[in-house]
């Protein structure tokens, strides 16, 4: 199955069902009605989105690259008028990466002191 072709969400709203069971992620329709049996998750929580746009969803659950990879088996195309997903890249920016202030990043006398010992050790020799 390698041909996609492209939808629309309403056409997509019609697979509602545990029977017919489409979902919509990041602007492609996949075809899950034979995953559901296998969802690690369970088939409740798919079908309770079934026709609908899953992606925030999706990605909620922080589902594995394996999962993310599986979703291609599914694929149906492209949805010409899935929402566009502005509100996930709005809010990616609460989450500043922690910074452990134990460890600092560069100490320079840590430089400073060896060269200062191998001038000291040259100059005693150079002198001597
Ligand atoms: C075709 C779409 C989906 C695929 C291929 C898929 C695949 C998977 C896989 C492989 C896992 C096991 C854990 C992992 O590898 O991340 C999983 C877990 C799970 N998925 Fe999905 N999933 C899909 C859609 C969804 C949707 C739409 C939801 C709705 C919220 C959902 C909710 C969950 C939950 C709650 C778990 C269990 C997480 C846990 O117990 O740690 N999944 N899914």
Not at 82 to 102: F, H, L, S
């Amino acid at each position: 199955m390698s041909s996609t072709k492209t939808l629309t969400m309403a056409e997509v709203a019609k697979h509602n069902t545990e029977s017919d069971c489409y979902l919509v992620i990041n602007g492609n329709a996949y075809d899950v009605t034979k995953f559901l049996d296998n969802h690690p998750g369970g088939q409740e929580i798919i079908v309770e989105l079934a026709g609908t746009d899953a992606t925030d969803a999706f990605a909620d659950i922080g589902h594995s690259l394996e999962a993310q990879q599986d979703l291609e088996n599914y694929l149906v195309g492209p949805v010409s008028d899935a929402p566009k997903k502005g509100k996930k890249a709005a809010a990616a920016p609460t989450q500043v990466p922690i910074r452990d202030n134990a460890t600092q990043p560069f100490n320079p006398m840590l430089v400073v002191i060896p060269l200062v010992a191998i001038m000291a050790i040259a100059v005693a020799y150079f002198y001597k």
